[in-house]
């Protein structure tokens, strides 16, 4: 192997693990934002799954809700993104939390509002 070869699998190498590192990193700090959003409001009604599960967006005119850390959130103002069909359908009607802990909790806890707890 010549030299011009060894130096552009050493490059690619280092790139490919400055990418691992920085996307590994991204996730952890994206994952703590969304923890946060842990609250114990005991004003609001209880749902426990089987009743979440009846608002899961395959019913037009029905509100979607979804769970996450505890809370059910009212979405039905982005129906076009959890109705059946929408990109983030497999979120709705179900509790959430170990994907949306991941990443984009964050933006749920901050755009939509809590309408009931999710039964322990």
Known sequence: MDN????????GLIAFI?????????????RNT??????????????NLAELAKYDGTIEGVPIYLALNGLVYDVSPGREFYREGGPYHYLAGKDSSSELNLIGG???VRK???????ED
């Open 112 to 118: 939509y509002k809590p309408i009931a707890r999710l």
């Open 34 to 47: 969304a923890k946060v959003a842990i609250t114990t409001d005991n004003s609001l009604p209880e749902m």
């Open 106 to 108: 964050d933006i749920i």
């Open 4 to 11: 011009t070869k060894k130096k552009l699998l050493i490059i």
């Open 18 to 30: 400055a990418f691992t590192l920085t996307f590994s990193i991204s996730l952890i700090l994206f």
